[in-house]
Nanobody, 121 residues
């Protein structure tokens, strides 16, 4: 079994910064893609940032230049540093991790529980 635990959400003023963390634990053999998604009220879930097993990163146009995705392979953790936050960034943020566990020969996708980010003055 694999579990993802997110942390770091909260309320921040426009222009502020937050850092999200998502730690995977359990019977992990290897991890491939790690991503962050977000879902604002009344909107579809959208990809925010992704990092491959080799460290290649991709960002949505909405966050490019403001957000940075990174990972700590030793800790099976993916991070999202969010700077210059604005009200349009308000959403529930979810981490997404593709994991090969001891119980499966293939990679499976796991989602974090979601963490609320509210940008407001």
């Amino acid at each position: 079994q694999v579990h993802l635990v997110e942390s770091g959400g909260g309320l921040v003023q426009p222009g502020g910064s937050l850092r999200l963390s998502c730690a995977a634990s359990g019977s992990i053999v290897s991890i491939s893609d790690m991503r962050w998604y977000r879902q604002a009220p009344g909107k579809q879930r959208e990809l925010v940032a992704a990092i491959s097993s080799g460290g290649t990163t991709n960002y949505s146009n909405a966050v490019k230049g403001r957000f940075t995705i990174s990972k700590d392979n030793a800790k099976n953790t993916v991070l999202l540093q969010m700077n210059s936050l604005n009200p349009e960034d308000t959403a529930v943020y979810y981490c997404y991790v593709d994991v090969k566990s001891t119980r499966s020969s293939d990679y499976r996708t796991y989602w974090g529980q979601g963490t609320q980010i509210t940008v407001s003055s």
